[in-house]
């Protein structure tokens, strides 16, 4: 099996070049056939990760690392939950954008409806006209309980989209594979961007 790492690697300096994962901001995560997941170590620079700053964390909760020091990034809570609810998942990517949050300040309640763009097609959408909303959940310092948050409302209420928003904080997708979920990023990120620039230019 090829190690995940080299393509979270490659996604992580992608996703740097676009300005969505700057200095340490975000957090990426892969699967391996024993259930465990290879995710960022917290605190490193997203741009020149290296497969040493990588912390593998088994179906158990013990993690494994190159070296002592590295701690799993702050927000493995989240993709550990993301494994659960959906466990066909094979990756969870979480960046932080500008147009993210932006977006999360459009409105105050828990959802924003996406506009019906063709781009919902990428994300699993196969309707015409979609009424399509994207969850929010309100950012915690505490990471644990922005997960009882997610974990509690997705219980009760799947979402249409493998992806989530954190108001003021970022987003996070999860997919069946690494090249997926670095397509729902972009698609997201699209999406994002569309709809800031529809409300610059008053439409
Ligand atoms: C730029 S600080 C951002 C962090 O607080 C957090 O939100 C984040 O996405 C990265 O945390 P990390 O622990 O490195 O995975
Ligand atoms: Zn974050």
Known sequence: MIDPRDELIAAASYFY???WMVGTAGNLSARLPDGSFWITASG???GQLSWDDFVQIYPDGKLESANTDLKPSAETAIHQLIYRLFP???ACYHVHSIEA???SNFVTNEVVLLPPLEMLKGLGVWEENPICEMPIFRNHLEVSRIADDIQARFEL??????ALLIRNH???VW???LEMARNYIELV????????NTRRIGI
């Open 170 to 172: 970022g987003v996070t």
């Open 88 to 90: 066909k998942s094979q």
């Open 44 to 46: 490193k620079s997203k």
């Open 189 to 196: 990120e699209y999406i994002f961007c569309y709809m800031v």
């Open 17 to 19: 070049s676009q300005r």
């Open 157 to 162: 209420n799947p979402p249409k989209i493998p």
């Open 101 to 103: 949050n932006l977006v």
């Open 175 to 177: 997919a069946n594979s």
